[in-house]
């Protein structure tokens, strides 16, 4: 089956860097997926790794390195309006549908 | 502009009664999934489609249906509510099969089972 870990929380003050990592275990690999979402709301669509590397968009960037199973969320800058919870995920094996990590929750402060 | 919609938001319903929770998208998607959101369990699969009168199990179907007759709605069917089945239902819909990056999701249905 798969299976994803990834920190329950993270805390971090406004202006500072905080990377979100996410290890995975799954048999047949297509991407990693992150999702944001705050409380009471929507999950929204950040970014997707599919090969190993950076991928930068703004002030938000995602990682990947399939040699390790492992990936991570940067997020630089941060503001108070990124406090939220964030899913890292991956296809099934039979590549069909999204599986989810249990999420990280970051807590900005000012 | 193109959305996704869940009907009803909140609904609260007694244990063994039928409960069906909408979802409509108008984004002419093929693909469309049902997820449940649990505190500690983050978001799990309950079932999906990849069109018309086509259907699958997720990770956590027992006890929900589903039925695909158009390309707009997969509505969301427990038979028989359980207490364990309180929980947030969201519904999504992505482009193209094999690009199981992006889901576009609802704004989620919460259903308490008493």
């Known amino acids: 089956g798969q299976s994803l870990e990834q920190p329950s929380e993270v805390t971090a003050v406004e202006g500072a860097i905080v990377q979100i990592n996410c290890t995975y275990q799954t048999s047949g690999f297509y991407g990693l997926s992150w999702y944001q979402q705050h409380d009471g709301g929507a999950p929204t669509f950040l970014s997707y790794n599919a090969l190993d590397g950076l991928e930068e968009t703004g002030r938000f960037s995602s990682f990947l390195s399939r040699s390790d199973s492992y990936g991570y969320l940067l997020l630089q800058e941060l503001q108070m309006k990124d406090s939220a919870s964030y899913f890292c995920a991956v296809p099934n094996q039979a590549g069909t549908a999204l599986i989810f990590g249990k999420g990280t929750t970051l807590s900005v402060s000012s | 502009d193109a959305e996704i919609t869940q009907s009803p938001r909140h609904k609260i319903t007694e244990t063994g009664r039928q409960v069906t929770l909408a979802c409509h998208q108008t984004?002419?998607?093929?693909?469309m999934f049902w997820y449940r959101q649990d505190l500690g369990h983050g978001l799990r699969l309950i079932h999906y489609s990849y069109g018309v009168q086509d259907t699958n199990k997720g990770e956590v179907s027992d006890g929900y249906s589903v039925s695909r007759s158009n390309t707009e709605d997969l509505p969301l069917t427990l038979e028989s509510a359980a207490s364990s089945q309180t929980s947030v239902y969201f519904c999504a819909s992505s482009r193209r099969r094999e690009n199981t990056g992006e889901l576009f999701f609802g704004e989620g249905s919460r259903l308490t089972v008493l």
């Open positions: 984004w002419n998607h093929n693909n």
